[in-house]
């Protein structure tokens, strides 16, 4: 039998709105999950098109309120939708962070996804060091 460990919500507790914001964009992001992730990919890049970048502040709301409405998504093996739906809130309210794929640098190998904004980890609680990024989508033109 495994454990499902689900870490601590931080924040104020989301409005009613703002679930039904996150309960959407967790449904979307479950199918969207589903994809392989060079369609992903393709996707949140035309998404991410005429949106400014998030503060990491606009980032972590958004990630609590995804965090809030869904348990599967609070948990760590949740990191694909959660971080999916994070991006889809924050598009939603016209911005856009950073999503990233990446692997574990240590042993045992793993996948994860996460959001970045202003150049760091949201709520991760891990030391960035401890993941390296294969891909990311960012705002267009963001970067040089």
């Excluded at 990491?56 to 999916?84: I, Q, T």
């Excluded at 202003?118 to 709520?123: A, D, I, P, Y």
């Amino acid at each position: 039998m495994s454990d499902t460990v689900v870490p601590a919500r931080t924040g104020p507790k989301p409005t009613i709105r703002q679930k039904a914001l996150a309960g959407t964009a967790v449904g979307l992001a479950r199918l969207l999950a589903r994809k392989p992730p060079a369609r992903i990919r393709v996707l949140l890049t035309r998404l991410s098109k005429g949106a400014r970048p998030a503060t990491h502040a606009e980032a972590e709301a958004a990630r609590d309120a995804v965090v809030a409405v869904s348990l599967r998504c609070a948990a760590f093996e949740g990191c694909l939708p959660r971080s999916l739906a994070t991006v889809l809130i924050c598009r939603a309210r016209g911005t856009w962070p950073t999503w990233v794929v990446g692997v574990r640098a240590r042993p045992p190998f793993g996948a994860h996804a996460w959001v970045e904004a202003e150049g760091r980890m949201v709520n991760e609680g891990v030391d960035p060091a401890y993941f390296r990024s294969l891909f990311s989508v960012g705002v267009p033109g963001d970067r040089p």
